[in-house]
């Protein structure tokens, strides 16, 4: 089994539009992206006014309805893991970020389930790849290997690739001028090649 000839992406939990520029340099038409923030999509129709736009808790969608796409792509809400997240942490000096960063806070409870609509996603779709992006700190979840082991069961495989933004770059696309380590997980169904 091989790549489809058109390459199709979904950008779940799509935030501003940056990983959708980064789809579409790369060659991909994003059909579709969806997040529950309202800023975020107003912000991602700004910058992608021909990929089709959701607007909702993607817990409470029916995704059969999702257009089918080669490529799932997805950055499930990191705010309670990361170090940038705004939680309290016991013993340190008080932060300057917001208790729930820049989730109000009814959003900040439904972080949680964001990895699990992955599953759900590859379930119904069963997407040739699916590319998750995060923060390092993901894969210290406690349920993170039953999390991958769900994916497993679908029939991906997969490889992580860490980076930092600061080292990720060339001649037509600039460095970031910040470190933001970043985990990557890319999974393949069984029978399609791994990306390079």
């Avoid at 495989?157 to 990557?184: K, M, T």
Wanted: with cysteine; glycine share 8%.
């Amino acid at each position: 089994m091989s790549l489809s000839s058109g390459l199709t992406a979904t950008d779940l939990f799509c935030g501003m539009g940056g990983s959708s520029t980064g789809l579409v340099r790369a060659g991909f038409h994003v059909k579709l992206a969806a997040n529950h923030w309202a800023r975020a999509i107003e912000t991602h129709s700004a910058n992608h006014p021909g990929t089709e736009h959701l607007c909702a808790d993607i817990q409470a969608v029916d995704l059969r309805y999702l257009p089918r796409t080669t490529v799932l792509w997805a950055s499930p809400i990191c705010t309670e893991l990361s170090p940038a997240g705004g939680r309290r942490k016991k013993d340190t000096q008080a932060d300057l970020f917001e208790e729930w960063g820049h989730v109000p806070q009814e959003g900040f409870t439904r972080t949680r389930v964001t990895f699990w609509e992955v599953i759900r996603a590859s379930e119904i779709h069963r997407y040739e790849i699916v590319l998750i992006e995060n923060v390092v700190e993901a894969a210290r979840w406690e349920l993170f290997d039953v999390w991958l082991a769900g994916m497993t069961t679908l029939g991906y495989e997969h490889q992580f690739v860490s980076v930092s933004a600061a080292h990720v770059g060339g001649e037509d696309n600039p460095r970031a001028p910040q470190w933001r380590d970043r985990l990557y997980i890319v999974f393949n169904r069984k029978g399609v090649p791994r990306p390079d």
